[in-house]
Each structure stands twice: as C-alpha cells, then as structure tokens.
C-alpha cells in the first residue's frame, strides 16, 4: 500500500529565548507570527516567511541543545539583497558562493542554529 502524499507543516527550531529567537525571526528576517499561545508554562510560537506552507516552530529544547538544527534552506529570488540585509542587521554572513545549482550562503541565528539562503539558477 503506497502512503498517500504528505507535506512538510513544521519544523521545530530548539531555542534557549523564545522571545530573544522571535526578535530575530520577526524583525531581521521578516517572518510574520503565525502563532504565539500559552498553555500552562509552554508556549507555542511558531513563525514563517509570509506565504509560506511551512511554519517554523521556536520552541526550547526537548533532548536537544539550541543550535543543533542545521542546513535549513530558505530560498530567495534576490540573494545579495537578503545578504545586505541580514548584515545591516548584525548578522554575520558570508558573499553568496556560484554552485550548480544557483548562488548560497549560510548563516546562523543568535541560538546557533544554521540557515543556507539560496537563489536557484
């Protein structure tokens, strides 16, 4: 019996600051709140790129360390001007390398965590 289609709804980030990793999420990498409840001491704060089907939950971590998660790939159609921007920002990022299969870099957040940024083609 074949599973039927599935999709990617979250990935949970470990973070050591909800609050301090929604700063960075929101305000430098311009991800809209999808959702910030409580529920007894949990809080539930995900975030995504406006659009996007995938949300990112920021949650403390469970049985792991804040900055284990790497190589999440966000992608771009305009890679240097996400680049100046992460950098007027703070960030440290590296100029965008030519692969075969378009232009990347990576860089962190404040946890550790690693993002490569891709522009195909």
């Known amino acids: 019996m074949a599973i039927p289609q ?3 709804q979250t990935v949970t ?3 050591a600051d909800q609050d301090r990793a929604l700063a960075f999420y929101r305000d430098v990498l311009g991800f809209e709140v999808r959702a910030d409840t409580t529920f007894g001491e949990d809080r539930w704060l995900t975030v995504a790129p406006a659009g996007s089907a995938v949300d990112f939950t920021l949650h403390p971590p469970v049985r ?3 900055g284990w998660q790497q190589g999440l790939v966000l992608h771009t159609d305009d890679i240097d001007g996400v680049i100046a921007a992460l950098r007027a920002a703070g960030v440290e990022v590296a100029a965008a390398e030519r692969q075969g299969w378009g232009r990347q870099t990576q860089f962190g957040d404040p946890d550790g965590n690693g993002f490569v940024l891709l522009q195909q083609g």
């Open 6 to 8: 599935l999709s990617i």
């Open 64 to 66: 792991s360390t804040p």
């Open 13 to 15: 980030i470990p973070v």
